[in-house]
């Protein structure tokens, strides 16, 4: 399938423009340009957001002293990384570990490009989802170059841990994702957004495996962005900051702003594939999307600061023990739901 930004009822010649060799790839980076940027404002956002909601839970008051209610503080705290010094290594491998933060943060944003919002996408693919999972997966490639690169045996134990655990969480992840695929009978993210019109959501029906490949796809989601309680490959405690133990200024921060995107882009494709997207309640639409993402976000939140982490040996005894068969058994539910003709 062509990749279009509006689908075939609200073309772009409503808006009075007629085409060119030009203004078709204009169209697409403006709108790939303002997705980016909105992603970005969100998670500047969000930060701050998650420091007050952490506060709240302990009783303190989190950022006030920068901006009106501490809203700037994220924007110091950028500016502050962005004056510290740069420091490499003298035994690093310089191209690797330079290369490492914004890969990460490519990879992350790259997964953009097939979300649809409503009836807006900036690349409508027949295999859009494999592309977003594909994408996700390779995340581990930066990790595991950062942590050979920077020639320390702290940061090489953290990308040996955050390996295995991507590894080992991907493939219940992505045999949860096949729930919505053989329900809908499409790989295509817009395909899968409009078998659940009028509140056919696959975290809700049918009943069973969808709703519980949602909550397996949303717990794999936050091992693979090392959220708490699966953020084992930085645990301080024996690793001093995993990947980023060598890393200083921006390019520290490149880790944790992709650690933010990961997961509000996870919680949006949750949200497109198990929660139906732009279904809503009253009138469909790209906010409804936006508002379950970022309703997810914030339960990601909740779980961050409700839980402790678990021991390396728990946290792949988990996945191999329990995630995987229980992914396995849900793919073959919904194959059977389908096969016996039950429907929608």
């Excluded at 808006?15 to 790939?32: I, N, Q, T």
Aim: proline fraction near 6%; aromatic fraction near 14%; include cysteine.
């Amino acid at each position: 399938m062509a990749p279009e930004i509006l689908n075939a009822t609200v073309p772009l010649v409503s808006f009075g423009f007629s085409f060119s060799w030009w203004l078709e790839p204009a169209m697409y980076l403006a709108f790939g340009f303002l997705v980016l940027n909105v992603a970005l404002i969100i998670v500047t956002w969000a930060i701050w957001y998650e420091r007050k909601f952490a506060g709240a839970m302990q009783n303190r008051p989190g950022p006030t002293e920068v901006g009106p209610f501490g809203l700037l503080q994220t924007v110091a705290d950028v500016l502050k990384m962005l004056q510290k010094e740069d420091i490499v290594p003298a035994n690093a491998d310089k191209p690797l570990f330079n290369l490492a933060p914004p890969l990460t943060v490519i990879l992350v944003l790259g997964i953009l490009a097939v979300i649809p919002f409503g009836t807006v996408v900036v690349a409508d693919l027949d295999i859009g989802l494999v592309y977003a999972l594909a994408m996700g997966s390779l995340l581990v490639v930066p990790v595991w170059m950062a942590g050979w690169a920077s020639n320390n045996k702290y940061a090489l134990l953290g990308a040996m841990r955050a390996a295995a655990q991507a590894i080992s969480y991907e493939i219940p992840l992505l045999l949860c994702a096949m729930v919505p695929v053989i329900l809908a009978g499409s790989f295509n993210m817009g395909d899968i957004q409009k078998s659940q019109a009028e509140w056919h959501w696959f975290a809700l029906w049918p009943p069973g495996p969808g709703f519980f490949a949602f909550l397996l796809f949303f717990l794999c989601s936050l091992a693979e962005a090392n959220r708490i309680p699966f953020d084992i490959p930085e645990a301080e405690s024996e690793l001093v900051a995993g990947i980023t133990t060598e890393y200083t200024g921006m390019k520290f921060g490149l880790f944790y702003l992709a650690e933010y995107l990961h997961t509000l882009i996870a919680s949006a494709l949750a949200a497109v594939i198990f929660l139906g997207g732009s279904d809503g309640p009253i009138e469909s639409g790209w906010w409804w999307t936006m508002a379950k993402t970022l309703l997810l976000f914030a339960g990601i939140f909740w779980v961050r600061w409700s839980i402790l982490r678990y021991r390396q040996d728990q946290l792949l005894r988990i996945c191999w023990v329990w995630f995987l068969p229980i992914s396995l058994a849900l793919v073959a539910t919904a194959a059977l739901w389908v096969g016996l003709g039950w429907g929608l």
